[in-house]
């Protein structure tokens, strides 16, 4: 286990269903990271938090919606999905503006 | 668009052989270069590159920058079954916002060791 921590690690919901993924550090590091992860696709950046910040949201479709409450937590929340988005999605933090070396073990979603 | 490519996309090999993996990019305002090896879930950071021409290395891996080709190997010696795995090469790009910096991921090299 990475000192970055995600629940739950594994996800089952229906389109019409309302979930969200929780991350969370306590390395004291200062940006936080969501990523999708496709099959054969390259992992994504998603959504950027710096100094609890979000810094950056790459074209992420509205129904994934982020917070960030303090600089330990990182929340992704989902509401009505596709089956398109049935992915791993893998949290990471950083010290910047030292590279990203660490990722969470990751929440593999299914959406029915 | 910045974009990084890698190959091959898979490679099987048997213990004992040395593999050579290849990350290409274009990128602006490139800023480092990253490999990660990812088992099952999570991607485990294994070099970062900034210089050209600096091997680095850590045991049977090293790996090298070319700044001026735009592109880096990981090299493998030796390898092990426990070697494989999915190698990721990613390039850090500076953006907009509080001083962070943006990762833009290869496909990713599926390395297979058999016995």
């Known amino acids: 286990e990475t000192g970055v921590t995600q629940t739950p690690r594994h996800l089952v919901m229906g389109m019409t269903n309302k979930k969200s993924l929780k991350c969370e550090q306590h390395?004291?590091?200062?940006?936080m990271y969501w990523y999708k992860q496709s099959a054969k696709k390259p992992l994504e950046l998603m959504f950027v938090?710096?100094?609890?910040?979000?810094?950056e949201n790459n074209s992420v479709p509205s129904r994934f919606s982020p917070e960030c409450p303090n600089s330990s937590h990182l929340f992704l929340h989902l509401h009505t999905l596709q089956p398109e988005d049935s992915a791993l999605y893998l949290c990471a933090s950083s010290q910047l503006p030292g590279p990203l070396k660490l990722f969470g073990p990751g929440t593999r979603l299914t959406v029915l | 668009e910045d974009k990084v490519v890698q190959s091959p996309l898979s490679l099987v090999v048997h213990e004992g052989d040395t593999v050579t993996l290849n990350c290409s990019y274009e990128v602006t305002n490139f800023r480092s270069l990253l490999w990660y090896k990812q088992e099952k879930k999570a991607p485990t950071f294994l070099f970062m590159l900034t210089s050209s021409g600096i091997e680095k290395k850590s045991g049977r891996l090293s790996s090298i920058l070319d700044k001026k080709e735009l592109f880096s190997i990981l090299n493998i010696t030796a390898t092990q079954t426990g070697d494989s795995a999915v190698y990721l090469c990613?390039?850090?790009?500076?953006?907009?916002?509080?001083?962070?910096?943006?990762?833009?991921f290869g496909k990713g090299t599926k390395l297979s060791v058999i016995p």
């Open positions: 990613a390039v850090e790009a500076s953006m907009t916002g509080a001083g962070s910096y943006q990762l833009t």
């Open positions: 390395l004291g590091h200062n940006a």
């Open positions: 938090y710096s100094l609890e910040e979000r810094v």
